[in-house]
């Protein structure tokens, strides 16, 4: 499998791997798998005035999956939650140019994202 | 190879010895005769090729007359397997091979499938051992041929080809056997051994690629793959490539297992010493019975292709090179039981004649430094990542 230079990049710096901490004001999570396409994800968002403030991803996948993970988590830090709402993980992921097999992992990082506003929605009723 | 990058993957493929590349370069430079035709240029190009199929049959322990020159142990293995099968007439021809074996053989046999031929083939252990017994239990009348390799080329588990081999000559069955791995390794004497067909490959041991062997036992039938000419006894038709049987001549002579094989078990020994410090990590295959350039290991917890990702300084497997395009887990570990994502987490190293002990240890702190890196970033991952709760 050959991989370009941005996904090569993004699964180098794995800047926002890992967890934010415990009691964190407006902390969201969120994960989501497929066991069949080998690959587990998961958020933890910091949401303060409409804004996701911080964002950590951990990842179990291939090389793509993990730059994937990297590359939405630093789009996300800095989006309004409706932008975040929008995730189009293929398209911001365009430059790690995703083989087509691969497609399905980038929709469970969108699950993943997708489920930090399920459960924050659950958690407010 | 870059200055930076650690080989560990002779298994897949050697880099070409400087004394191999020094006997190829004189040929081409000075002996591009056919090595069938009957002038000057010809016979010494023919005495060349001689000189290189005695070598070979030196350290097989054959008669040189039993061995053909092919382009490597793929064509080999179809030769060997469409060779005996589609000389049997009358009866549906009936084909014994294991789960684990190289792809090389597996795809031959599904397409002699395809061609009407039955199949059978026999799982393996979970230690990566072919017992025996499950072939003798596969045995029927009309089984034509039984094929099994030395030493599995993922896991480095050695089978016992004398006791497979015995029980076929008790039954009439002829017995193929795919060496690839075993060249300087182990000490073969295919004469004194119950095989009648024997796939042999250069490019593993520091030979060229593009050439390799068939050892064909005395009153052994096979009918032609390749038509168009007289040559290796009319069973592989084609002018000899000299200066690559030259070279795979050479490196025969040089793979000298009693010279070579203390030194690679003790690098792979330091290997597994160096990479036990790393936390769940597991050998796959018999410990005691593994060809000395092989280990195969899972990182419970890691995805291998991010392992290897990397690893970019570590020149490492997934297991076949021949099945590196393939998504799928190796065939050889789910056949010994792994789950998919065990599988999937598992990595070959396979050290070789420039291979050493710095190299070693500094790759083992390499494979540990990315097995850390990538499990921080897993670090709530659920069971199943782990190949547990599957």
């Known amino acids: 499998m050959e991989y370009g230079s941005a996904t090569a990049r993004y699964f180098g710096a794995l800047d926002r791997a890992g967890e934010l901490p415990n009691g964190l004001p407006g902390l969201v999570s969120g994960e989501a798998e497929d066991r069949t396409l ?27 999956a993990v730059a994937a993970a990297s590359k939405v988590a ?27 097999e691969k497609l399905g992992k980038l929709v469970r990082i969108e699950d993943a994202v997708a489920a930090c506003w399920r459960i924050r929605a659950a958690g407010n009723e | 190879m870059s200055d930076h990058e650690i080989y560990l993957d002779y298994a897949a493929t050697s880099p070409v010895d400087p004394e191999v590349q020094a006997a190829m370069l004189e040929c081409l430079r000075h002996e591009f005769g056919n090595p069938s035709s009957q002038h000057a240029a010809g016979r010494r190009a023919r005495r060349l090729v001689d000189a290189a199929r005695a070598a070979v049959a030196a350290r097989v322990g054959a008669a040189p007359e039993h061995l053909l ?17 589609r000389r049997q007439r009358g009866a549906r021809p009936h084909l014994v091979t294991s789960r684990i074996e190289h792809k090389s053989v597996l795809d031959t046999a599904r397409a002699l499938e395809a061609d009407g031929v039955e199949v059978t083939y026999v799982d393996a252990e ?66 004194e051994a119950p095989i009648d067909l024997c796939s042999l490959t250069a490019h593993k041991v520091c030979g060229p690629k593009g ?59 330091r290997l597994w010493r160096e990479l036990q410090a790393i936390p769940g990590v597991r050998q796959n295959g018999a410990a005691d019975r593994r060809a000395a350039h092989v280990l195969n290991a899972t990182f419970p917890g890691v995805d291998g292709e991010s392992l290897r990702f990397a690893l970019r300084g570590v020149a490492v497997s997934a297991g076949s090179a021949c099945a590196a395009d393939s998504p799928e887990a190796s065939h050889v570990l789910t056949g010994m039981g792994l789950s998919d994502v065990l599988a999937a987490s598992s990595l070959r190293f396979s050290v070789g004649r ?28 659920p069971a199943w990542c782990s190949g547990s709760g599957f």
């Open chain 2, 69 to 85: 020159f092919t382009s490597g142990a793929t064509e080999a293995n179809n030769l060997a397997l469409k060779g005996v099968l």
């Open chain 2, 354 to 381: 420039f291979t050493t002990k710095a190299e070693v240890v500094q790759a083992a702190a390499e494979v540990a430094a990315a097995v850390n890196r990538l499990r921080s970033a897993a670090k709530s991952a």
């Open chain 2, 211 to 269: 050439v390799g062997a068939l050892y064909v036992a005395p009153r052994t039938l096979l009918a032609a793959q390749l038509h168009g000419g007289e040559q290796e006894r009319g069973l592989r038709a084609g002018t000899q490539a000299t200066h690559q049987i030259v070279g795979m001549g050479r490196a025969y002579e040089l793979a000298d297992p009693e010279l070579e094989a203390p030194r690679l078990s003790a690098l792979r020994d």
């Open chain 2, 126 to 191: 979970t230690d990566g051992s072919v017992d025996p017994q499950r072939v003798a239990a596969a045995l029927r009348t009309e089984t034509s041929l039984v094929s099994i390799m030395h030493v599995n080329n993922e896991t480095g588990v050695i089978q016992d080809v004398n006791a497979i081999g015995a029980l076929c000559r008790d039954r009439g069955v002829l017995f193929h056997v795919d060496a690839a791995q075993s060249v300087g390794k182990l000490a073969l004497r295919l004469a």
């Open chain 1, 74 to 100: 630093e789009w996300l830090e800095g989006r309004s939650e409706a932008e975040a709402r929008a995730l189009d993980a293929r398209a911001v992921c365009a430059e790690l140019e995703v083989p087509v």
């Open chain 1, 38 to 64: 080998q690959v587990w994800v998961r958020y933890e968002l910091q949401l303060q005035g409409g804004i996701v403030r911080l964002a950590r991803f951990q990842v179990f996948g291939c090389p793509h």
